[in-house]
């Protein structure tokens, strides 16, 4: 089976930072996509950053410039390193990936089980 754990959520004030890491854990062959999503409370689960294996990277316009994904292939480690903060930056983090299992049948796609970011003073 496969665990992705996320942490480094928590409280912060406004233009503050957080770094949030997702591990992966399991018979994991490979993983392919990896992303972090968000979701307010009464809003969708939006996409936030993304990473493919290759390094390839997308952002959403709201966090252009001020967060940053990166992964630890070695580790089987995803990262989203959160700058300048804001109120609206305030949501449950989730981290998505798509893993190959050794003695798997195919690619499939897994979801932590969040992290909570508050940006309030």
């Known amino acids: 089976q496969v665990q992705l754990v996320e942490s480094g959520g928590g409280l912060v004030q406004p233009g503050g930072s957080l770094r949030l890491s997702c591990a992966a854990s399991?018979?994991?062959?490979?993983?392919?996509?990896m992303g972090w999503y968000r979701q307010a409370p009464g809003k969708q689960r939006d996409l936030v950053a993304d990473?493919?294996?290759?390094?390839?990277?997308s952002y959403a316009d709201s966090v252009k410039g001020r967060f940053t994904i990166s992964r630890d292939n070695a580790k089987n480690t995803m990262y989203l390193q959160m700058n300048t903060l804001k109120p609206e930056d305030t949501a449950v983090y989730y981290c998505?990936?798509?893993?190959?299992?050794?003695?798997?049948?195919?690619?499939?796609?897994?979801w932590g089980q969040g992290t909570q970011v508050t940006v309030s003073s």
């Open positions: 998505n990936a798509q893993i190959l299992l050794y003695g798997g049948t195919g690619w499939y796609n897994h």
């Open positions: 399991g018979s994991i062959r490979s993983i392919g996509y």
């Open positions: 990473s493919d294996s290759a390094g390839s990277t």
